[in-house]
T-cell receptor, first 118, second 112 residues
């Protein structure tokens, strides 16, 4: 069974940084492409970015609103995905979901809340 | 970016009655590999989204057969043949043919 467990969320001030982690199990993590998707309070779903598997060069792609501020990385030895968020803005407040492209669609973690507020 | 437009915004359905949700994309979702990368997800209250339908019409493992997807190119439909209480939540379509992945605005389904 695919399991994705996010951690590292919380309250941070505008301009601050936060790193989210996603512990993965139940599939071959090092072969999976992974994405982060976020959902602002009461709003819809917004894709944040994706990292390919290392066998597919491990490149990253980002949505325009976060490009240059967020960095996705992975540690295949730990089956863990990361989202480094810098220069945070109030509009980054959202539940952040770790997702895996392992299946025919996306598998989703339970999500972790990030609140950017002074 | 590909814009995904869902209608209606909300639906109130009597149990046992059918429901239908439309999703239109601003560009064709038909890939050169012959597949059409249109997905449907259901987000039940307080839960993450869960995959219902992939590549337009394929039900994901464990999804009841009262859910069906259809369409082609830029026009797609999710149908629930007989709505049950457990089907409440927000339904999202998503395109996977091009980055950024984009989602429809969501359709909230509630029970009358």
């Amino acid at each position: 069974e695919v399991q994705l467990v996010e951690s590292g969320g919380g309250l941070v001030k505008p301009g601050g940084s936060l790193r989210l982690s996603c512990a993965a199990s139940g599939f071959t993590f090092n072969k999976a492409w992974m994405s982060w998707v976020r959902q602002a309070p009461g709003k819809g779903l917004e894709w944040v970015g994706r990292i390919r598997s290392k066998s597919d060069i491990g490149t990253t792609d980002y949505a325009a609103p976060v490009k240059g501020r967020f960095t996705i990385s992975r540690d295949d030895s730990k089956n863990t995905l990361y989202l480094q968020m810098d220069s945070l803005k109030t509009e980054d407040t959202a539940v952040y979901y770790c997702t895996s492209h392992w299946g025919p669609g996306l598998y989703w973690g339970q999500g972790i809340l990030v609140t950017v507020s002074s | 970016d590909i814009v995904m437009t869902q209608t209606p915004l909300s639906l109130s359905v009597t149990p046992g009655q059918p429901a239908s949700i439309s999703c239109k994309s601003s560009q064709s979702l038909l890939h050169s590999d012959g597949k059409t990368y249109l997905y449907w997800y259901l987000q039940k209250p307080g839960q993450p989204p869960q995959l219902l339908i992939y590549e337009v019409s394929n039900r994901f493992s464990g999804v009841p057969d009262r859910f069906s997807g259809s369409g082609s190119g830029t026009d797609f439909t999710l149908k629930i043949s007989r709505v049950e209480a457990e089907d409440v939540g927000v339904y999202y379509c998503m395109q996977g043919i091009q980055l950024p992945l984009t989602f429809g605005g969501g359709t909230k389904v509630e029970i009358k």
